[in-house]
């Protein structure tokens, strides 16, 4: 069953099309990765999947039209830019968008390891504990679709380990959908069900080993990027 | 001291400022979160077409300046969502547009105007009762509505993609802010004036932002800064026979500075 439905999806701003005749599906319960090039129109795939910008062609998610699954999707965002000196705790931005009888120290928080940060404020995290402040934020709604907008940006490298092993953990013990947009190729390479690659156009569309090939990643990144075989992490 | 209190102008400049107090503490919160100061200045400014139209067709002024500014400031809102004009760019063209228009049309009154005067520089000791009676309604409302929402309200000022995920109906809060600001903005006028009437929305959320440490804690120490500033600003102004509004503002202002000197004294001595 497809969780995310996209047919002939396309963007324009003015007389510049971003995102030209994109048809695919994210199977239910699957990690997908969407990779390509800066601005390849990536996060306005993930806006238009949204319905937060204007579109020609169809999304459905669960079958459903965006407006009516809202509740279910989980989203983390590019950029989270904010008044760092504003004192807002990080057990006070959690209960912002929470259902009314969450809990700070519930399973949830422990498995995001936000419980420990309760008492701080939002505005004095590093990259990566905001990043696993925002990812508890998205799943305290209990969604069965999580949206990630590039979330190991300004995260170091172990950093982004343990925040990619974080997203395996909610898709495998929660059975919950992953799409995640992200440049780190290696890492996603070795980590997702499903890749999609996006350059304007659909480039590619498939499982890791099928869908990255050589001719697929000279399309995107040109001749010089490559793959490091099937490393894990 | 307990003689002024008496006198009823001064209970009708007391309970105003004490309501105003509240609602511009609150919603400076939000104003400040969402950097929509220049939003608030241009509103105060463009809520002179309301006040002018009142004089001209011998109306309320101050019910007619509501009426337009919560209108000006949908107006805003929809160019904001449906155009590529930059916000700042919106809030100017209103502004200028509006102050211009409230020019235009006082320019068609003769005579000396005393309300005019009591908007543009602020008067809460002439608060007539039927004015105090709206904005005790109107305050009221808005303050419960305040404190009913403030999460929501906070989420969607800090991230409306998310907040909308999170069911929020972001396109209504956003109008919703729009107009509460301006209708806070306009009831501010009466006690501080069009030129100063966003200090009380500034001025106590960034003294509080100094030392508090949560978003409650924001919340109620802006709402302490903005009473104290109010309450010590009229009892001064009446002491010194200053501008009432003009007197607010520095109170407030003098507040933020030992504030500020007291943290940075702390901190120095903590290094």
Known sequence: ?233 | MMDILLLPFMQRALIAGLLLGVLLALLGIFVVLRRMAFFSDGIAHASLSGVALGLLVNANPLLTALGVSALLAMLMAWLERRTKIASDAVVGLIFTAGMAAGVILISFKTGYQPDLMSFLFGNILAIRPDELWLMGVIALAVVFFLIHEYKRLALFVLNPEIALLAGIPVVAYQTLLYVIVAVAVVLGIKMLGIVLVSALLIVPVSTAKLFAKSFRSLMAWSVVISLISVLSGLVLSVYLNLPTGAVIVLCGFAIFCLTFAGKRLASTKKA
């Open chain 1, 1 to 233: 069953m497809s969780a995310i439905s996209v047919k002939n999806l396309s963007v324009d701003y003015g007389n510049q099309t971003v995102l030209n005749r994109l048809s695919f599906d994210v199977e239910k319960g699957k990690l997908t990765a969407i990779i390509g090039p800066n601005g390849s129109g990536k996060t306005t795939l993930f806006k238009a999947i949204l319905g937060l910008i204007p579109h020609q062609g169809q999304v459905r998610i669960f079958q459903k039209p965006v407006r009516e699954v809202l509740r279910r999707i989980g989203y983390v965002p590019q950029s989270f830019d904010f008044d760092r000196t504003l004192p807002i705790t990080v057990r006070e931005f959690l209960s912002f968008g929470a259902l009314r009888h969450w809990h700070p120290s519930g399973e949830l928080c422990k498995e995001v390891h936000v419980d420990v940060l309760m008492d701080r404020l939002i505005g004095e995290l590093s990259g990566g504990q905001l990043q696993r402040v925002l990812i508890a934020q998205a799943l305290l709604k209990k969604p069965d679709l999580l949206l990630l907008d590039e979330p190991s940006s300004g995260i170091d490298i172990e950093g982004a380990k343990a925040f990619y092993d974080l997203i395996k953990h909610v898709n495998h013990e929660h059975g919950l959908t992953v799409v995640l947009i992200s440049h780190e190729i290696n890492m996603v390479y070795s980590l997702a069900d499903q890749i999609i690659c996006l350059n304007r156009d659909l480039i590619c569309n498939g499982p890791p080993r099928q869908a990255l090939t050589k001719d697929v990643m000279e399309q995107l990144y040109g001749s010089e990027v490559s793959l490091r075989g099937h490393e894990h992490l």
